[in-house]
């Protein structure tokens, strides 16, 4: 079992940056695959990016490539989100989740394991 917490959200202007952290507990953190999600209101949720295992390959999504950078320190269970040039589309809940397999990483229905989630906000 694997627990997720992420952090780091909140109100920023268009332009600006934001780092989100995702803290894991429980499980072995290094056999997962993580991955970063958003949901905004009255939509579904959707990729945003994914790192592998080893931390060598990240996938991102179009939206969000070029802007957002995925990391991952194996040694004290973190994944990370830094997010620049943020724009009002941006805002969402952001999840943070984990995935054994890791033969999807885009795939949020893959993913075996979620944080509660920490809003973003983009004001214009």
């Known amino acids: 079992q694997v627990q997720l917490v992420e952090s780091g959200g909140g109100l920023v202007q268009a332009g600006g940056s934001l780092r989100l952290s995702c803290a894991a507990s429980g499980g072995t953190f290094s056999i997962y695959v993580m991955g970063w999600f958003r949901q905004a209101p009255g939509k579904e949720r959707e990729f945003v990016a994914a790192i592998t295992r080893s931390g060598i390959s990240t996938f991102y999504s179009d939206s969000t490539k070029g802007r957002f950078t995925i990391s991952r320190d194996t040694a004290k269970r973190m994944v990370y989100l830094q997010m620049n040039a943020l724009v009002p589309t941006d805002t969402a809940v952001y999840y943070c989740?984990?995935?054994?397999?890791?033969?999807?990483?885009?795939?949020?229905?893959?993913?075996?394991?979620w944080g509660q989630g920490t809003q973003v906000t983009v004001s214009s």
């Open positions: 989740g984990a995935d054994r397999l890791g033969q999807r990483p885009g795939v949020g229905s893959d993913y075996d394991y």
